[in-house]
């Protein structure tokens, strides 16, 4: 089992900057694909990015492609969204889950724990 606590949210002007850090607890982190996933109101879980187990190997919706980096670091059992250019449809409740395998996971339904979530709100 893992546990998942998201922190890093918080309101921004658009073009500014946010960094999302998620700490994990429970056993296997690093053998865990990390993904981050947001939710605006009214609309569906959508991914953002994902990392495999080793670091190595990222992937991110074109939406943020270039602008948001995910990173992990196995030690500190830590994942980290850094998002740069921020736009108001950036705006949404952002999540981390984890997911066991090997690979990059786009779909929700592949993972298994999630965090409760940290608000992010970009102003025009």
């Known amino acids: 089992q893992v546990q998942l606590v998201e922190s890093g949210g918080g309101l921004v002007q658009a073009g500014g900057s946010l960094r999302l850090s998620c700490g994990a607890s429970?056993?296997?982190?690093?053998?865990?694909?990390m993904g981050w996933f947001r939710q605006a109101p009214g609309k569906e879980r959508e991914f953002v990015a994902v990392i495999d187990w080793t670091g190595g190997d990222t992937y991110y919706a074109d939406s943020v492609k270039g602008r948001f980096t995910i990173s992990r670091d196995n030690v500190e059992n830590t994942v980290t969204l850094q998002m740069n250019n921020l736009k108001p449809e950036d705006t949404a409740v952002y999540y981390c889950?984890?997911?066991?395998?090997?690979?990059?996971?786009?779909?929700?339904?592949?993972?298994?724990?999630w965090g409760q979530g940290t608000q992010v709100t970009v102003s025009s």
């Open positions: 429970g056993r296997g982190f690093s053998s865990y694909v």
């Open positions: 889950a984890a997911a066991p395998g090997y690979g990059l996971f786009l779909d929700p339904d592949e993972y298994n724990y």
